[in-house]
């Protein structure tokens, strides 16, 4: 069962949670189900993968990318184009916001509170387990809060993204789905989806997961493979 999910949706997470291919994936399978999508990257801390690297890709897929103007592509300061506020004023069925890691990456999201207040919007932490800050309950819960302090908004669902990149096995997303579950169950958050490549879908027994499951194809290239 793949995601179904609309609005005005927030992907955060801390560095290494794989929230950016997240969302580049999410709007691929939204508008592959014949939604009208929009992407904006507001990952001003990460240089590395950041989904405005997929720009060409999505494109060709229909989906509307918003970025800063050329000249601050690169920069990692807090510089924001009026069209991202008019994005969010004006929302596709499937509107992304891939924000930054951490506390520090989703404080861009404050500059956006007086357009955020007046939408319906759900913000939700990637948690990838193989990460040091997210190995337990207590460390998912902290990193929560933390990403709620600093973007002034709620948390309102969760994604497992478990991976070790080409190492992951089903075991690796068994064990993140039950870790994610647990998170659940202590904050009383929903589960949206969890993620799974595509090369490991045929191998899950998916009688064992009981929330949608969102493909990955690896879209981000590693920095050190760009040309």
């Not at 994005?87 to 861009?108: E, H, R, S, W, Y």
């Amino acid at each position: 069962m793949l995601p179904d999910i609309s609005g005005i949706i927030i992907i955060a997470g801390n560095y290494g949670s794989g929230k950016s291919e997240t969302a580049v994936n999410l709007a691929v399978v939204s508008r592959r189900a014949g939604k009208s999508v929009k992407i904006t990257d507001l990952d001003l801390v990460n240089p590395y993968f950041r989904s405005r690297e997929a720009k060409k890709p999505l494109e060709d897929l229909g989906v509307e990318v918003v970025l800063p103007d050329k000249k601050y592509m690169h920069a990692d300061l807090p510089i924001l184009s009026s069209a991202v506020g008019d994005m969010i004023k004006n929302p596709a069925q499937v509107t992304i916001l891939d924000a930054g890691g951490d506390g520090a990456g989703v404080t861009v999201l404050a500059a956006l509170a007086d357009v955020l207040k007046k939408s319906h919007v759900k913000l939700l932490q990637v948690i990838n387990p193989l990460r040091p800050n997210t190995r337990d309950v207590q460390g998912c819960i902290k990193i929560k809060a933390q990403i709620e302090a600093a973007a002034k908004l709620p948390v309102t669902g969760l994604i497992s993204n478990a991976n070790l990149l080409d190492e992951t096995t089903p075991q690796i997303i068994y064990d993140g789905y039950n870790l994610v579950t647990r998170v659940s169950e202590a904050t009383g958050l929903n589960i949206e989806f969890i993620t799974a490549s595509t090369r490991l879908m045929p191998q899950l027994a998916t009688e064992r997961i009981s929330c949608p499951i969102l493909p990955i194809d690896r879209l981000l290239a590693f920095p050190w493979t760009r040309t």
